[in-house]
């Protein structure tokens, strides 16, 4: 009888160790805080910052795994969008074939809640001798108090038709996928000697996100280039091009811009980026021109010292009774002995306009980069530097006698910056950029002085795409904050594998990382209660976006 009591209590102290233990490692679920990303780098001011989530933090990102795989024809440009309504969840998804598709991902279900094609939008077409087609490739963006969600689409006569391709703004009922209503984008410019120069809509491009600020639409073009081996700026006559369409009166002719009057280029691309508002104006970096009637000049000395219009800048856009006046930033300084950092970038199509630009929150600064790797911090009231621009990226060697990156093979930079304002008490912000072939680096921007320093360097490079980040954190809580990147590791031309990364933003060390069947161009993770979304060119005319999830988020 002892025997056997000796052996049940062992059995039950076993049994009771062993529901101690299961109990220490169940893992304990947060619900995320549902939260909606409705325009391309989360914000207006493009910070790339959502600060309200609450659970995929430091210590939960290691666990993240892929949960589910969504499918949609064509190559996506466009950042995947959030709409969260109700017992929905909906994440919307733009394609160069003119496809919008939501997938309710609270239950995440592969089936379409609703999507919209061709029928709706029209076939793209290519882009000569480009791979095409080429319809959708701006980030649309929804307006929050209607649920309207607008986009540009182009269409032509059939997939390989190349000129004669109308692009038209739609707006759609992000909720239910209803078609409400469409127009034409037109517009033109009558020069100082009386030409009059017609919107190019075979030549001019879509690529900046959409914004939605004041009740206006507004939307930039550069030249018609996406991919590789397509027609190079210099073969077409084109103008960096700013519309603002009224959403309430869509059909009325919309407010038109051009940053290139008296030339031809000054294109606006951003890699994607959207312009920036702050509810008064709005920002964005230009491309380089011909800075002048006629053709390119034979060298830089030819160049005028200063732009004639605003090429080749950062720029500040306001509407005064409905007319457009910009103010510039362009970078004066002495390159050399026989010119300025203008004239040589120009020269050498090292732009401004291959990284958009951010706003620092409480300050009236914004930052932008170029394909130079040279970061400019610029008052938006004075648009003057408020420091000298940092060059803050040296893993290749300057050229003999050079002191800045003036060429194409460059650190160039990528799409907009990611700010992130650290909690009070410190006064400053964390500007992230990751140029191709260098290293992720964040630069302190101090509060009380304007200026910035290089603050911390990851181990690892990029590829020729460089780095397209986003930010989360649950407001200022401490230990929330993660930095995520989508990151080339080859070519950066699109569908080579890469990688969806995690780092702490502080020290830019590691969390995570997840295989990316086929690297997006110029697309980043969009990241929302408790998942990250991220597109994979699956095919040379599919994506599939992978969504990631963590089983402390529920997933």
Request: proline letters at 7%; hydrophobic letters at 35%; glycine letters at 10%.
């Amino acid at each position: 009888m002892h025997k056997r009591s000796s052996r049940i209590f062992a059995l039950i102290a076993t049994l009771l160790a062993a529901c101690s233990h299961r109990a220490s490692t169940t893992t304990t679920v947060v619900t995320p805080t549902k939260v909606s990303v409705l325009t391309q780098h989360n914000d207006n001011a493009r910070t790339g910052a959502n600060l309200s989530e609450t659970c995929l933090t430091p210590s939960v990102v290691p666990s993240l795994n892929q949960r589910a795989t969504l499918h949609v024809d064509g190559l996506v440009f466009a950042q995947p969008l959030v709409l969260s309504t109700g017992s929905q969840e909906l994440l919307i998804v733009a394609s160069a074939t003119n496809v919008l598709a939501a997938f309710n991902v609270a239950t995440l279900s592969t089936t379409p809640v609703w999507q919209l094609g061709q029928e709706t939008f029209g076939i793209p077409g290519t882009v000569e001798p480009g791979p095409g087609p080429l319809g959708i490739l701006s980030t649309p963006v929804i307006d929050a108090s209607t649920n309207r969600l607008y986009l540009i689409a182009r269409s032509c006569a059939s997939t390989t038709t190349v000129t004669n391709c109308p692009q038209t703004v739609h707006v759609v009922d992000a909720t239910t996928g209803k078609h409400l209503d469409s127009v034409v984008v037109a517009g033109g410019f009558t020069d100082e000697d009386g030409g009059t120069h017609p919107f190019g809509t075979d030549s001019q491009m879509n690529r900046p996100a959409l914004l939605l600020q004041g009740g206006q639409l507004i939307a930039a073009w550069g030249v018609m280039t996406a991919l590789p081996n397509e027609r190079h700026e210099g073969e077409v006559n084109y103008h960096g091009t700013v519309m603002s369409f009224d959403i309430n009166n869509l059909h009325a002719p919309p407010s038109f811009y051009v940053d290139s009057a008296h030339s031809f280029g000054g294109g606006i691309w951003q890699a994607g980026g959207g312009l920036a508002g702050d509810g008064q104006a709005v920002y964005f970096a230009s491309g380089n021109s011909t800075l002048g009637p006629g053709t390119n000049p034979t060298s830089p000395q030819d160049f005028p010292a200063t732009p004639l219009d605003q090429e080749n800048s950062v720029v500040r856009l306001q509407w005064a009774q409905g007319a457009p006046a910009a103010t510039p930033y362009f970078d004066d300084r002495p390159y050399q002995s026989n010119g300025n950092v203008f004239q040589y970038s120009n020269y050498n199509d090292v732009d401004l306009s291959s990284s958009g630009v951010a706003l620092i929150p409480d300050t009236n600064v914004l930052v932008s980069g170029s394909k130079a790797g040279i970061i400019y911090a610029v008052d938006r009231t004075t648009m003057h530097a408020t420091q000298p621009p940092l060059s803050a990226f040296h893993q290749r060697a300057l050229p003999p006698g050079q002191t800045l990156y003036i060429t194409s093979s460059g650190p160039e930079m990528l799409g907009s910056p990611t700010v992130w304002r650290r909690p009070t008490g410190t006064n400053d912000a964390l500007l992230y950029f990751w140029p191709r072939g260098e290293k992720l680096t964040s630069v302190q921007y101090q509060m009380s002085t304007g200026t910035m320093a290089v603050y911390a360097t990851s181990a690892d490079l990029a590829g020729q795409g460089g780095g397209f980040l986003s930010f989360t954190a649950n407001g200022s809580t401490a230990g929330t904050a993660v930095l995520w990147a989508s990151v080339s590791t080859g070519s950066g031309n699109g569908g080579e594998p890469s990688f969806i990364r995690a780092y702490d933003p502080e020290s830019l060390t590691m969390l995570w990382q997840g295989a990316v069947t086929g690297y997006p161009k110029f697309v980043l993770p969009t990241i929302a209660a408790g998942r990250v979304y991220m597109p994979a060119w699956s095919s040379s005319s599919a994506s599939d976006i992978l969504v990631f999830g963590a089983p402390a988020c529920g997933n």
